[in-house]
């Protein structure tokens, strides 16, 4: 989850003033310096996977926010290094999605995440639905001899069998023993890395989160191509301004090619294993439109798919009820801000301040309730209540990122007279039941 955590971090300068946000800079070029890059978290189990590449807008939310030129020039001065090499982390060696010349999530570890300690059955639910749907679990469920020592080489056994009960006796089948793939394990921590564990928009439980190129990496990848030319130009620099210019217009070339659907009006993940675009719709189809990568016309056609995501407490993460902490019917903060930010940037300020108030009083209404703040809410019952059947089954409080976000969208919000952040709004048109997921 802590995937796209620095994405609300950068906008809290503008109430903040700017430390907070140096402060997390700093400590990302820390683990950057040690670690080679910006982890999920200060736990030696994360030294295999990194934070989102978010940290160009960090530095230019931090750069706007002082006063001073030649404190401005310093500032980006000393980031300017760790925002390339986090940058080229992202476009080299593993991270590469194929031939594509685009980016993927790819966690550097193997078998199953040490963090799962706390939530032990997740992996248990993943064989029992790989059981209940085969075709589904082909790719990453095997039949195993539990006396063999290597079949328990990348991860714990699981075993199976079926019983009768009838009056005064119990008869089984033999015990039949499975374990999930090292493929299954490799997905399964890369979608950790992208932050959107779980859902099923990379296949069941993202466990083909590292077959695709994703809409979201590579939007934050040309975000960050695109604000190492403006850093450039600013330190006056003009050739690598000049490369960094290339870079993002080839990128957007290839995201076009890949990852955007003339037809549907929005952007898919492409599964580069498979050679095919995805069909799921995923929140992260509004991603191109907060880091100004879509041209006026896809940001037209995909604002016009907002219906499809829309709920009455904001914009819910996809149409699949998977039953999943990433899916439908539930809503992040970090997504609500990137959309919010994108729709501003293409000229759709009513749709902006319409999402703004339905996740504000979305949060307010459920403080008053509660005296929480949540990590998700429902979108559609707006309120905190979640039901999960696999993966992280409760509901955070205290959570930062929904703080951040509340005060980022409050502020960016064209206010009305005598319009009260937490009122209760008019009735809800009646929304469209999603499809469930495969």
């Known amino acids: ?16 003033g700017g430390s907070w946000p140096r402060a997390w800079c700093a400590t990302s070029s820390s683990r950057l310096e040690n670690y080679g890059g910006v982890l999920n978290a200060n736990r030696t189990y994360y030294l295999t996977r990194s934070q989102p590449p978010f940290l160009s ?4 939310a931090v750069h706007d926010s002082l006063k001073g030129e030649a404190e401005r020039r310093a500032w980006l001065t000393e980031a300017l290094p760790y925002v390339t090499r986090d940058y080229e982390m992202w476009v080299r060696g593993e991270h590469l999605a194929g031939d594509t010349g685009l980016s993927r999530y790819f966690d550097f570890g193997e078998g199953p995440v040490p963090e799962l300690d706390t939530h032990a059955r997740y992996y248990r639910d993943v064989v029992m639905y790989f059981l209940k749907n085969p075709e589904a679990g082909k790719p990453y469920l095997r039949q195993v001899d539990p006396d063999n020592r290597e079949a328990a080489d990348t991860g714990p056994v699981f075993t199976v069998q079926v019983c009768e009960r009838t009056a005064g006796a119990t008869t089984c089948t033999s015990m039949e023993s499975f374990t999930l793939t090292p493929d299954y394990y490799k997905g399964d921590r890369s979608m950790r890395e992208s ?3 779980v859902s099923f928009h990379n296949g069941p439980f993202n466990a083909s989160t590292h077959h695709y190129a994703s809409v979201d990496l590579n939007s934050l990848l040309y975000k960050t191509e695109t604000d190492l030319e403006r850093i450039s130009t600013l330190l006056g620099r003009p050739a690598e301004a000049k490369g960094w210019r290339e870079r993002a217009t080839r990128r957007r070339e290839l995201v076009d090619r890949y990852l955007w659907d003339a037809e549907r009006g929005m952007y898919f993940d492409y599964d580069f294993v498979a050679g095919k675009r995805s069909t799921y719709e995923y929140a ?4 191109p439109l907060w880091a100004g990568l879509a041209s006026p016309e896809q940001a037209r056609a995909v604002a016009g798919k907002l219906s499809r995501f829309e709920q009455p407490g904001g914009v819910a993460m996809s149409r699949q009820e998977s039953l999943t902490q990433w899916d439908y019917p539930y809503g992040w903060a970090p997504i609500q801000l990137l959309t919010v930010e994108g729709l501003r940037r293409y000229g759709r300020g009513a749709d902006a301040d319409r999402l703004s108030r339905k996740f504000l009083d979305t ?3 459920n403080f008053r309730r509660e005296g929480t703040i949540r990590e ?11 039901k999960i059947a696999a993966g992280y089954a409760e509901n955070v409080a205290g959570f930062g990122w929904t703080n951040g976000v509340f005060l980022e969208l409050q502020h960016g919000l064209q206010q009305e007279p005598a ?3 937490g009122r209760k709004p008019p009735p809800a048109r009646r929304e469209q039941r999603p499809s469930p997921a495969p």
């Open 376 to 386: 998700k809410y429902n979108m559609v019952t707006r309120s905190s209540e979640v």
């Open 1 to 16: 989850m802590a995937g796209t955590a620095t994405s609300s971090s950068a906008g809290c300068c503008a109430t903040d």
């Open 195 to 197: 932050g959107f564990d």
């Open 419 to 421: 319009r009260r952040v």
């Open 284 to 287: 992260t189809t509004f991603y």
């Open 363 to 365: 949060v307010a209404e």
């Open 57 to 60: 807008s960090m530095v230019l």
